[in-house]
């Protein structure tokens, strides 16, 4: 994963508290990752029966804006609460929220959104929103879930796929900067019968199984483990739910990664009911990775 070194952290806000919490771990992010703050609110203008154009009130296109300023504004301050050294700069950008929010992951580090908003952000975690955008940014993506704890381990989602490559290494970047350990999560389910011909599951030796996916596992932390030897690792081998897997473990840790997509028992992870359970449920921030273009473009 290469990103350029003088990517921003990302926040959106749009005046409630939860932007603001999603705020105050931005600013932490952007300290110990030795990046920029930008605070981005998406503006635009609310609904209405009829088609607008440009707008026929400029007293309350004034206000509009300016209670747009005034977001920006108080979040920068509470940025600055936490770290007063902060490089933040401030921005409102007219557009709606995805669009302005995949438009800044092409040149971020990271995109912080809140667990619930107003406005632009309105919904955002059952809603579209946080979806579309963990599912197409070019960077990953934090959802914060209230204000985090400060101990506890990085617990990350592990499937063997080419996007959990990407999150486990997320997630050992992350440990490290944290100065914690990392639980790599592997869930498992019995094999079932989709099609005529398919094997019984009643055929299939399940302690043979379970050695695969415990290879599965060590071989997808095997190469991150040796790159950062300061991270003790934990493997947690559940046999199970990984949605459920996932939001348990996440009770005891400051931070959940998973993969933006997977195979297997992760599979689908942010367009099933997988993905709307940890981050309906999860405890902890929740970051989810999709792979970042290098330098190059690939």
């Not at 030795?34 to 607008?52: D, G, I, K, Q, Y």
């Not at 348990?248 to 998973?258: G, I, T, Y």
Request: hydrophobic share 45%; aromatic share 4%; net charge negative.
């Amino acid at each position: 994963m290469t990103i350029n070194t003088g990517a921003p952290v990302v926040v959106g806000v749009d005046g409630s508290d939860s932007a603001l919490e999603a705020v105050r771990v931005a600013a932490r992010e952007a300290e110990h990752r030795h990046r920029p703050l930008r605070v981005v609110h998406a503006f635009s203008w609310p609904l209405t029966a009829a088609e607008l154009g440009p707008a026929p009130f400029p007293a309350q296109a004034e206000g509009l804006r300016g209670e747009a300023e005034q977001f920006v504004s108080q979040a920068l301050a509470e940025a600055r609460k936490v770290n007063p050294e902060v490089r933040a700069s401030g921005v409102v950008v007219d557009g709606s929220a995805t669009l302005v929010l995949l438009d800044e992951s092409r040149d971020a580090a990271l995109v912080v959104l809140g667990h619930r908003g107003l406005g632009g952000f309105a919904d955002l975690l059952i809603g579209s929103v946080t979806v579309q955008v963990s599912a197409r940014a070019e960077c990953p993506v934090l959802v914060v879930h209230g204000e985090p704890r400060a101990d506890g381990p990085v617990v990350v989602g592990v499937d063997g796929s080419e996007l959990s490559t990407e999150a486990v290494g997320f997630a050992f970047e992350e440990a490290s900067h944290r100065g914690t350990s990392l639980v790599a999560v592997h869930a498992w389910l019995n094999p079932v019968v989709l099609f005529p011909g398919d094997v019984s599951p009643l055929m299939v030796d399940l302690s043979t199984l379970a050695e695969e996916e415990e290879r599965v596992l060590a071989e997808s932390v095997a190469g991150h483990a040796e790159r950062y030897p300061d991270v003790s690792v934990r493997h947690e081998l559940v046999h199970g739910s990984p949605a459920q897997a996932l939001v348990e473990q996440s009770r005891d840790a400051q931070l959940v990664v998973v993969g933006a997509h997977g195979r297997g028992a992760l599979g689908g992870l942010l367009l099933g009911s997988v993905s709307h359970t940890v981050l309906h449920h999860a405890h902890s921030p929740l970051a989810i990775v999709r792979h970042v273009r290098t330098a190059d473009g690939s």
